[in-house]
């Protein structure tokens, strides 16, 4: 059977802010059949993960990620790879079969053709809906876990800052904050966004950080002894303000940069000089060193998820149409928590 | 008996870079007698440490320096206490009596006078000159080692650049890490200290960073495969460079910032991007935080010394009046190792 496959790529290297003309839908007939013996699989997608890292790779190229192996570079009219669950069309790979539910790089388009060396694995959705495997079972879920309890080395009773705390990581590490004996304030963009963390998550403050003239002097309101731990999602000048209110011995859990990613003059200068008195330690990390985390990890979620303790938020656009909107939102506050695009119906 | 006390002083708070305008030599009469039963000691100051980081207290006041308990306030008119040598000339504490070595913290002066709460010991020379008890057995010596050994936690065959590398620290990690089986390069500021390190110190490399019209490329070509560690003095525009030429895993000792104490416009803006790729740490310390390594570091350091495989760079003024000039010059390196003044013979 032969069928029309359509996905999303991008015309140009992105250059600052990504915007709708800098992609374009693509299609190209595609035979839904793989050579028996050939390792390829044919995957019919259904969720798709749209991150804010994908930028790295899609604009002008540095010399850290060409050295680093992560986000690797997307050529202009190539085919973009995102995590996300998909179902089995047809595998030369005695590992899966057809109507296998699947999860691991699949790509922004309608049909996978994975060829190759590929990262793929039998999904068995434990009644939980399939996006949860896309979001909080997935990256997304083990990053906040495996920065905060990892990374940031938490004591109970300490005082955590999330920045970007409504998106696909914050709120979750403000849970299990919370969840673990932490006072944690989060800050977003928007009213809507801060009454979700204070209401529904229980955090114990928020703030909408546009509101705020002043970054230092806010946080200095809403951490009069000090914060201990802020996990970093955005960089830049909220960076230099949480330095400024941080505690000695307090930790930085750099996970992202989403402030700079599009505007390299944004960078964070922080207070070196705070960082000596104050003995603050500052560490980036990538998930992907944390992946003996996941059994633990994964254990504790669905508890707390069945329990109710844990509640993830999901922002869910659907067709393949809406891949670059999707997209460009992550960099102006339009999603709340995790973005996944919807491609097909299981 | 009374006598005519000396002591360096600043007429105002600081602004910017020290020049000998801000400082004056007041004169007090001092009667050389203890009460006693009154923990009360006199001094007769033999040698003091000039140290960069005075300048933090001798300048317009951050809220950091205020909260930190560490490098606290100088009034202009105060007594300067620094680090140094003495020799009791009269004791009202049982610990000390009339003549004996002590060390800790003394003044920028001819005589202290130490009341209340102080922080002093008897001084055993062990056969070394005083001047190394101010200099390699005290701060300068525990702050290179436990930076090197505990912040840095080198790995044998790691890569190791060290800045302010002829300074009163950077000499010593540079040993210390050559001596553990690193590869070392350090920079420092002319030609002459350039040679000392390769000479004399034994560092694989080193470069004057006044010739380096580009830092991130001098860093690249002294470091073909990259650096490990990076063991901070100055902060500034060389971290930045220093940042974007990790290795992955790599660490950061942040001990000082010389560069940015006198200019905080010379802020390190490193890219944060590298820092969560490369999954780098960036971390404060202070030494009084590893104290508890003092009697590992100092027979370390003696069998070292008295092996021979370890050299002491000093550079020692005399008389109380090149105080100014002399921390003045850390700020221009004007320095060789280590600064102290001599301000009298045993």
Same mark, same amino acid.
């Given at each position: ?52 890292? #994908? ?9 850290? #990620? ?7 570079? @997307? ?29 691991? $790089? ?12 590929? $990262? ?5 959705? $434990? ?144 207070? $070196? ?42 922002? @869910? ?5 809406? @891949?670059?909107?999707?997209? @460009? ?18």
């Amino acid at each position: 059977m032969e069928v029309i496959n359509r996905y999303v790529t991008v015309k140009t290297q992105i250059n600052g802010e990504p915007k709708e003309s800098d992609f374009e839908i693509k299609s190209t007939p595609l035979v839904l059949s793989a050579e028996p013996g050939s390792n390829d699989v044919v995957l019919k997608n259904l969720y798709v993960s749209i991150d804010p890292y #994908q930028i790295n790779r899609l604009k002008a190229f540095s010399s850290t #990620q060409k050295t680093s192996g992560y986000a690797t570079a @997307i050529t202009p009219g190539q085919v973009i790879d995102a995590y996300g669950v998909a179902k089995v069309v047809a595998s030369g790979n005695p590992e899966f079969e057809k109507d296998d539910l699947v999860v691991g $790089m699949i790509t922004w388009g309608e049909y996978s053709v994975l060829t190759g060396q590929y $990262m793929l694995r039998k999904l068995d959705p $434990m009644g939980f809906p399939l996006s949860y495997h896309v979001g909080i079972f997935a990256f997304s879920g083990l990053t906040a876990y495996a920065g905060f309890f990892e990374v940031c080395k938490p004591k109970k009773g300490e005082k955590v800052f999330v920045s970007a705390a409504s998106g696909s990581i914050g709120h979750l590490v403000g849970q299990y904050a919370k969840q673990f004996g932490c006072y944690v304030v989060g800050c977003a963009g928007s009213k809507e966004k801060v009454a979700l963390l204070k209401d529904k998550l229980g955090f114990d403050d928020a703030f909408n950080y546009k509101d705020e003239p002043d970054l230092k002097s806010a946080l200095k309101k809403y951490f009069p002894e000090g914060i201990d731990i802020y996990f970093d999602n955005v960089g830049g000048e909220m960076l230099e303000a949480a330095v400024s209110n941080m505690n000695t011995f307090g930790r930085i859990a750099a996970c992202g940069v989403i402030s700079e990613y599009t505007d390299s003059s944004k960078r964070a200068a922080p207070d $070196m000089l705070e960082i000596v008195y104050k003995r603050i330690t500052i560490r980036g990390f990538l998930t992907a060193d944390f992946m003996n985390l996941y059994p633990d990890f994964l254990s504790a979620t669905v508890d707390h998820l069945r329990t109710g303790t844990l509640h993830t938020l999901e922002d @869910i656009s659907t067709g393949l149409e809406s @891949i670059p909107q999707a997209f @460009i939102g992550l960099f102006h506050g339009g999603n709340v928590g995790k973005k996944i695009v919807k491609l097909g119906d299981e």
